[in-house]
């Protein structure tokens, strides 16, 4: 590698500075001005066909693909570089760029997925980036099936404190996933949560204060639950400002608003309050396992199985009823309270059948609500309250 320093660094010769000094040395020397011009034009000590790229160093240009890798927006932006020529390609390549490649550089897009995108991946991986451990292991777990691979990954990312890793192995340990029903691991669910909490992450401090609420997993602590509740709300409207601040404070998504909020206008999470905060960008993974199983979801997962109904999450079953529906209307389900929390403000409070008139239809039809929902006999999961209240565990 080409250096800064020592033999193997190019001595660059500056054009104007060394025209200049010739210009001077030949004038000093009683020359005159043409006289300069064609010995300069046949000094072959200068030569305009330089290529000051080529004398470079690797060390500056591994420095601005770093820096280019860590902001990306796209994956293009990398992409564009790599094929202009053979040593950029190289560069780019190298394990130091790799690991400092953004969240946005890796979002690689599921109608995209290839042999090279997983090979890209899986550099990033080997150079030690915990985003892209994430991303590859909740392909690998859910989409490609490979699930000791892909909670491998996950758990690499998580030891590097990335709160999204731990958050998805928190929700794999309350459900169970890739395993039976008699494996979930509620305690250990909740210790993942306390953890990704700490670090920022917004779903994981609701998950935890909805386990308190209920008593899901830990001993129930109703006051607590509640407030990591309102905490939840308020970190998720610190996030946006912080992502964008040179919003307007006083504008329509931030003012009082008596009217409650209509489904599709933004994330309403904070609409209780009379404020509606637009809705945060979906990680990259959770957009790819949208994207893959919006039109393969009966080809890839097995029949039976079902998405999470958030349309911000796209994780699907790993067996027949894992995740939790609706305990009203049953039409929607959830791999985890958060999800569901955020589905109903959004756009399942105005779907969801009124209570009233299924209790009517229930007590015309079967007489019992529970009876309702679950007269099949089958095993459905556990239940949520459409209107955010409590799980039940079916026996």
Request: one cysteine or more; aromatic letters at 6%.
């Given at each position: 590698m080409r250096t800064r320093r020592g033999v193997c660094y190019p001595k660059v010769v500056n054009m104007c500075v060394a025209r200049a000094v010739k210009r001077r040395k030949l004038e000093v020397a009683g020359g005159d001005a043409n006289g300069c011009r064609k010995m300069l034009k046949k000094s072959p000590e200068i030569t305009d066909d330089r290529d000051l790229f080529d004398a470079l160093p690797d060390d500056i240009v591994l420095t601005i693909l770093c820096k280019l890798s860590s902001s990306a927006v796209c994956p293009a932006d990398l992409i564009n570089v790599l094929i202009t020529c053979k040593r950029l390609n190289g560069l780019g390549l190298h394990s130091l760029v790799l690991?400092?490649?953004s969240q946005k550089m890796l979002a690689v897009k599921a109608k995209n997925w290839s042999e090279s995108a997983h090979r890209f991946l899986k550099l990033c991986v080997d150079a030690g980036n915990i985003e892209a451990c994430f991303i590859l292991g909740m392909i690998r777990f859910y989409c490609l099936h490979n699930r000791g691979s892909g909670a491998s990954l996950m758990a690499k990312a998580a030891i590097g404190s990335h709160a999204s890793a731990i958050y998805s192995l928190a929700v794999i340990q309350f459900n169970g996933s890739g395993s039976s029903?008699?494996?979930?691991?509620?305690?250990?669910?909740?210790?993942?949560?306390?953890?990704?909490?700490?670090?920022?992450?917004?779903?994981?401090?609701?998950?935890l204060g909805h386990c308190l609420q209920d008593g899901y997993g830990v001993k129930q602590n109703v006051a607590d639950g509640r407030r990591f509740l309102v905490q939840a709300n308020a970190r998720e409207l610190a996030t946006f400002l912080?992502?964008?601040?040179?919003?307007?404070?006083?504008?329509?998504?931030?003012?009082?608003?008596?009217?409650r909020h209509v489904a599709g206008d933004g994330c309403p999470?904070?609409?209780?309050?009379?404020?509606?905060?637009?809705?945060?960008?979906?990680?990259?993974?959770?957009r790819f396992l949208a994207d893959w199983f919006s039109d393969q979801i009966g080809n890839t997962s097995g029949p039976g199985l079902r998405l999470c109904s958030h349309s911000g999450c796209g994780r699907p079953e790993t067996r027949r009823h894992e995740f939790r529906r609706c305990s009203v209307c049953g039409a929607v389900n959830y791999?985890?309270?958060?999800?569901?929390?955020?589905?109903?403000?959004l756009r399942h409070k105005v779907q969801c059948a009124p209570l009233e008139r299924l209790?009517?239809?229930?007590?015309?039809?079967v007489g019992n609500v529970e009876g309702y929902f679950n007269g099949d006999g089958n095993d459905h999961g556990d239940d949520i309250d459409g209107n955010g209240g409590e799980v039940t565990e079916e026996s």
């Amino acid at each position: 590698m080409r250096t800064r320093r020592g033999v193997c660094y190019p001595k660059v010769v500056n054009m104007c500075v060394a025209r200049a000094v010739k210009r001077r040395k030949l004038e000093v020397a009683g020359g005159d001005a043409n006289g300069c011009r064609k010995m300069l034009k046949k000094s072959p000590e200068i030569t305009d066909d330089r290529d000051l790229f080529d004398a470079l160093p690797d060390d500056i240009v591994l420095t601005i693909l770093c820096k280019l890798s860590s902001s990306a927006v796209c994956p293009a932006d990398l992409i564009n570089v790599l094929i202009t020529c053979k040593r950029l390609n190289g560069l780019g390549l190298h394990s130091l760029v790799l690991s400092k490649s953004s969240q946005k550089m890796l979002a690689v897009k599921a109608k995209n997925w290839s042999e090279s995108a997983h090979r890209f991946l899986k550099l990033c991986v080997d150079a030690g980036n915990i985003e892209a451990c994430f991303i590859l292991g909740m392909i690998r777990f859910y989409c490609l099936h490979n699930r000791g691979s892909g909670a491998s990954l996950m758990a690499k990312a998580a030891i590097g404190s990335h709160a999204s890793a731990i958050y998805s192995l928190a929700v794999i340990q309350f459900n169970g996933s890739g395993s039976s029903k008699n494996e979930k691991d509620l305690r250990a669910g909740v210790a993942l949560c306390e953890r990704a909490a700490y670090l920022g992450h917004v779903d994981a401090l609701r998950e935890l204060g909805h386990c308190l609420q209920d008593g899901y997993g830990v001993k129930q602590n109703v006051a607590d639950g509640r407030r990591f509740l309102v905490q939840a709300n308020a970190r998720e409207l610190a996030t946006f400002l912080a992502a964008a601040p040179s919003a307007v404070v006083p504008s329509s998504w931030l003012t009082w608003n008596p009217n409650r909020h209509v489904a599709g206008d933004g994330c309403p999470l904070l609409s209780d309050f009379g404020c509606n905060v637009p809705t945060r960008e979906a990680h990259p993974a959770n957009r790819f396992l949208a994207d893959w199983f919006s039109d393969q979801i009966g080809n890839t997962s097995g029949p039976g199985l079902r998405l999470c109904s958030h349309s911000g999450c796209g994780r699907p079953e790993t067996r027949r009823h894992e995740f939790r529906r609706c305990s009203v209307c049953g039409a929607v389900n959830y791999c985890s309270r958060a999800c569901q929390a955020l589905d109903w403000k959004l756009r399942h409070k105005v779907q969801c059948a009124p209570l009233e008139r299924l209790a009517d239809e229930v007590a015309e039809n079967v007489g019992n609500v529970e009876g309702y929902f679950n007269g099949d006999g089958n095993d459905h999961g556990d239940d949520i309250d459409g209107n955010g209240g409590e799980v039940t565990e079916e026996s």
